[in-house]
């Protein structure tokens, strides 16, 4: 939501999401078997039943699966970047809010897209700024609660808009063009819905999103990830959650339902396939065809780090509800591990890149982060760890098409301000937030 304060309602839920720390150092567990036999196991093809997962909504049972082992067939691989420019930050011009993604078009031009200033930078390859499109308000082009943004199968540009849940649409130049609206098969418009993210699957859209039931419960939800056409018809329903984490009734917070695909737990790829990480606490992957039949399971040998006391608290901390202006704290159940999968992305190789609770563990000095990597047969093929300067913890890596980066400097930082301003008093102003060095965005290319 943009920075600017709305009117309160009676029951506001205030909460923090709590950024994998990642800097606490957890020694690799023991492993039982030898070298030999883990790559067996990491390069054998199992017909048997997948995992059941909660609000499956595919049959996976009679898939391929493949289990692999905790190492890979092959070597760790190094990837070196270079920088090649950089904006915002206190020495540019440029000053970022919260950029929530990044893009990369066929001409080389980079498209960020601000959540907290409601608007898209685009950039030249060399780091010259050419535009700024869409902006905060309610008119054509215009977003006040963007999540998330996409090239849609048109050419066009797509703004994922969270409330009202929409794809506003704008050419490459920013010309606003007609919304892509959600509907049922039967042309009825999906009332309530809340848009969390969206990826092109050939001429169709597969969205993330949430949607309000119908039921005396305040919050009664459902999550779900489905396919919807050209036109924007919901089609198949692939996987939902309908459990609630958070129960305003009973004041509490359970984790574990609370965990769903929209945090960067699902993928497409070039040729339409969908890939989802659909447990919480299972390194598990499920692919789907682009009509959304099951396709492959794939598994990994892998147990998540504890978390730590203070990581806890962490999560602990933001979780609060507000009645009457009275702010009220949750009774918590909060997890032991780690989240499992954070990311997934597909290269244009068609290989799967997998970020995880120890991705960011144990590595090397000038290491920014490691992932496993498995190709479309589900066999774990190698590691490959991202050099690079920057803090793993305050700073994020986006991977774009052709072997090109972006680092979001600080934005660990820039999201517990933006939150912090949106969830603080009305008397309280965004100079209070002291000494927050402003977001820096550094284009990288592997060398």
Request: contains cysteine.
């Amino acid at each position: 939501m943009c920075i600017a304060k709305r009117n309160r309602s009676i029951l506001i839920l205030c909460w923090s999401f709590a950024w994998p720390a990642g800097a606490m150092y957890q020694k690799p567990a023991t492993r039982s078997h030898s070298l030999l036999v883990n790559l067996l196991i990491a390069n054998a093809l199992i017909f048997i039943s997948s995992p059941v997962v909660a609000g499956q909504l595919v049959d996976f049972s009679a898939v391929p699966r493949t289990d692999n082992g905790a190492s890979p067939a092959g070597p760790i691989v190094r990837i070196e970047l270079e920088e090649l420019w950089r904006a915002g930050g206190d020495n540019d011009d440029d000053f970022f809010g919260v950029i929530g993604d990044c893009l990369r078009d066929e001409a080389g031009n980079f498209y960020l897209l601000d959540r907290q200033l409601c608007e898209i930078s685009v950039y030249s390859p060399t780091g010259k700024r050419l535009r700024t499109m869409s902006g905060q308000g309610e008119g054509p082009g215009e977003v006040d609660d963007p999540n998330d943004f996409l090239f849609m199968p048109d050419g066009s540009l797509g703004i994922v808009h969270r409330a009202p849940g929409e794809i506003v649409r704008l050419d490459p130049d920013g010309t606003p063009l007609s919304s892509y609206r959600l509907s049922n098969e039967n042309g009825e418009p999906l009332g309530h819905v809340r848009l969390r993210q969206a990826n092109v699957s050939g001429e169709n859209l597969v969205i993330c999103a949430n949607k309000r039931r119908r039921s005396n419960k305040l919050s009664d939800h459902e999550r779900f990830l489905s396919i919807f056409s050209g036109a924007g018809v919901e089609g198949l329903k692939l996987i939902n959650n309908t459990k609630q984490g958070f129960d305003f009734e009973e004041r509490s917070y359970t984790e574990r339902y609370i965990y769903f695909v929209d945090r960067g737990g699902w993928t497409t790829d070039a040729a339409g396939r969908i890939y989802i990480a659909p447990e919480r606490n299972q390194y598990l992957i499920q692919i789907f065809n682009p009509d959304g039949s099951p396709l492959r399971a794939i598994t990994r040998e892998f147990t998540s780090p504890l978390r730590s006391s203070e990581e806890k608290k962490k999560v602990e901390a933001g979780l609060t509800m507000t009645f009457n202006g009275e702010q009220v704290k949750l009774d918590a159940d909060i997890e032991q591990r780690q989240q499992t999968i954070s990311k997934l992305r597909v290269d244009s190789d068609g290989i799967i890149w997998v970020q995880h609770s120890r991705s960011k563990l144990d590595l090397d000095d000038g290491v920014f982060i490691r992932y496993d990597r498995f190709d479309l047969k589900g066999q774990f093929v190698d590691q490959v760890e991202i050099h690079c300067a920057g803090d793993s913890v305050q700073d994020q890596l986006h991977c774009l098409s052709g072997d090109y980066f972006i680092l979001l400097r600080g934005i660990t930082s820039a999201y517990d301000a933006y939150y912090a301003e949106f969830n603080a008093p009305e008397e309280t102003t965004a100079e209070d937030d002291g000494d927050i060095e402003p977001l820096e965005v550094v284009c990288l290319r592997r060398k």
